[in-house]
């Protein structure tokens, strides 16, 4: 007889085969486990008062998808995947929310500016915030994937549906692009 | 390959250089998830969990009976042109119908606080929602006893309530029931500071019935109709600003999905699929935008944006509807555009006096056009 580790020590792969049978608490773990991870993905990403929201679709397309998960894919990737998608999804949304306001008054509204963060423009940490923002979609979700998350390459490749040739030559632009913000400053 | 082994590829200036970079990038601090999220996630996909075990065919026909907008009657019209015709005439006269209104209400409260729709020609199972909607009329008179009754009106509709927080009925009534109360006891709350367990548990059910997309909606299918999420968002925010933080997540969930329901030609979609829209629908929707979702960039203008759409031309929608030309006045008063808000009021006290048969009427009665009509009064 052998003693089955706790729920909560069982790795990520084990448990979702287990959400893939029905396992409710399974799901739980792996929502308890990585729900920061994706709330500082999409948090870097610009999302700016939903992303818990955008958190919460990512863990209800994982339990919709839980069937299309094979043992051979690491769960991470599969997890980055669902949630790269969610953020196309939202950034779909947003430019037709953009085009929807544009054209409107320019006269910033007190009502929502942001005093913390205007306050906050001159230091260098809200430089670099700022100056990941404004990478290109695909450079900034490199460097979220391999920077952030230390994903192998390979497995970038695979979330981004890109060559690993190109993730590298992605990750260079990118850092050299924010390196030059910076000095720029 | 990963980031570590790249770097060792590149010349060693770049690596260094980008070595630094990519520290700074981690050390910098990390949201932390609001102690609740996990357990919202999970109670999300339990949603959705019992949803898929029922199906049912999405109905995009019959929306509320109230605010859900349909073809104006001809001989309506003509009425309601005639009435214009002889407006100059009888404005001064019609200006006392709000307070003959309240002081109608005020004499039709029952014995036990409530007010009876089936007295008043419309649906006894929408009792909670007419007798917070004529509470709220009656709060507006600074005429003396009526704080009385608004006391015993809040009290009546604590004791509707049951331990779940629901204020009765079955699918729609249950939800407009339950999002026109919880509007009116969080707009009552700062004189009635006793309704807090009251509120509380209205909040709760509120949470409890948004589908995980962040709509509400009495179809089990559905993830939400415009109509009931712009009731909805607007009680949330009512009650976020008296201070009830259990109101803050279903408010802002609740306002995404009435975003994203906004059309490229500024009208708003009933239900996600939906093609048709309203003038009632659009009017509610902007006004929840512009108020509910002012803390939230970009609301407001999307909101002033569907108020635009608006039909200005009075004559063009002249069928009476209360609910309709209630949330069109709110909406001219929010843009500050008072002499159209003035016209729609005038036109309300009109049909009102002339008794001219509204649109939900049938489920309304009288209680429902005195109680919009007054509430849509300066």
């Not at chain 2, 770049?14 to 609740?36: G, I, N, T, V, W």
């Not at chain 2, 608004?150 to 779940?164: E, I, K, P, T, Y």
């Not at chain 2, 002012?294 to 944006?305: A, D, Q, T, V, Y």
């Amino acid at each position: 007889m052998t003693l089955q580790k706790p729920l909560s020590e069982q790795d990520d792969t084990t448990l979702m085969l287990r959400v893939r049978d029905g396992d409710g608490e399974a799901f739980a773990v792996l929502v308890r486990r990585h729900q920061k991870m994706l709330l500082n993905f999409f948090a870097r990403s610009g999302v700016q008062y939903d992303y818990e929201d955008l958190v919460q679709q990512t863990f209800l397309r994982l339990y919709r998808y839980r069937d299309r998960y094979v043992a051979t894919a690491k769960f991470t990737t599969f997890l980055f995947l669902l949630a790269r998608q969610v953020w196309i999804d939202e950034l779909r949304r947003r430019k037709r929310h953009e085009r929807l306001v544009a054209g409107l008054s320019a006269e910033p509204n007190p009502d929502y500016v942001d005093s913390e963060a205007a306050d906050a423009t001159a230091s260098g940490e809200m430089d670099l915030k700022r100056a990941l923002e404004a990478l290109p979609e695909g450079l900034r979700q490199v460097v979220e994937l391999g920077v952030y998350q230390d994903l192998p390459y390979a497995e970038i490749s695979k979330i981004l549906d890109i060559p690993v040739g190109t993730v590298k030559s992605r990750m260079f632009n990118a850092l050299a692009k924010l390196r030059a913000f910076l000095e720029g400053k | 390959m990963n980031f570590e082994t790249h770097m060792n590829e590149l010349a060693l200036i770049d690596a260094d250089a980008f070595r630094s970079l990519a520290k700074r990038l981690r050390a910098m601090p990390e949201l932390q998830p609001s102690p609740d999220l996990a357990d919202r996630i999970l109670a999300a996909v339990e949603s959705e969990r019992r949803g898929s075990g029922s199906p049912s065919r999405r109905r995009f026909l019959s929306p509320s009976p109230w605010w859900g907008i349909a073809a104006a009657a001809a001989a309506l019209v003509a009425a309601a042109v005639a009435i214009y015709t002889v407006l100059p005439s009888c404005g001064a006269r019609s200006l006392a119908s709000v307070s003959e209104g309240l002081a109608w209400l005020a004499d039709n409260q029952e014995a036990d606080g409530t007010w009876s729709p089936s007295r008043h020609g419309g649906a006894e199972v929408y009792r909670p929602a007419l007798t917070a909607l004529s509470a709220l009329a009656l709060d507006r008179s600074e005429k003396s006893g009526m704080s009385a009754r608004v006391n015993r009106a809040c009290a009546a509709l604590g004791g509707m309530q049951s331990a779940d927080g629901a204020f009765g009925g079955n699918g729609r009534a249950c939800f407009y029931n339950q999002a026109i109360t919880t509007y009116a006891l969080a707009t009552l709350y700062p004189k009635h500071p006793e309704l807090r367990p009251v509120l509380e548990r209205s909040l709760s059910f509120v949470a409890a019935r948004q589908t995980a997309q962040g709509g509400w909606d009495y179809e089990s299918d559905s993830e939400g109709n415009a109509a009931l999420t712009s009731w909805q968002v607007r009680a949330l925010a009512c009650a976020d600003e008296q201070g009830f933080a259990s109101a803050k997540v279903p408010l802002r969930k609740g306002l995404r999905w009435l975003r994203d329901r906004a059309r490229d030609d500024g009208s708003i979609a009933y239900h996600r699929d939906s093609i048709k829209s309203s003038e009632g629908l659009n009017a509610l929707a902007a006004y929840a935008l512009i108020t509910a979702g002012r803390n939230f960039p970009g609301l407001p203008e999307l909101g002033r944006r569907v108020a635009g759409a608006l039909c200005a031309d009075l004559s063009a929608s002249s069928n009476a509807d209360c609910y309709r030309d209630y949330a069109k006045v709110k909406v001219f008063d929010s843009l500050g555009q008072s002499a159209r808000a003035d016209a729609l009021r005038l036109r309300m006290r009109l049909q009102q006096k002339a008794a001219q048969q509204d649109q939900w009427g049938v489920v309304g009665g009288k209680l429902y056009t005195t109680a919009f009509t007054a509430l849509a009064a300066r």
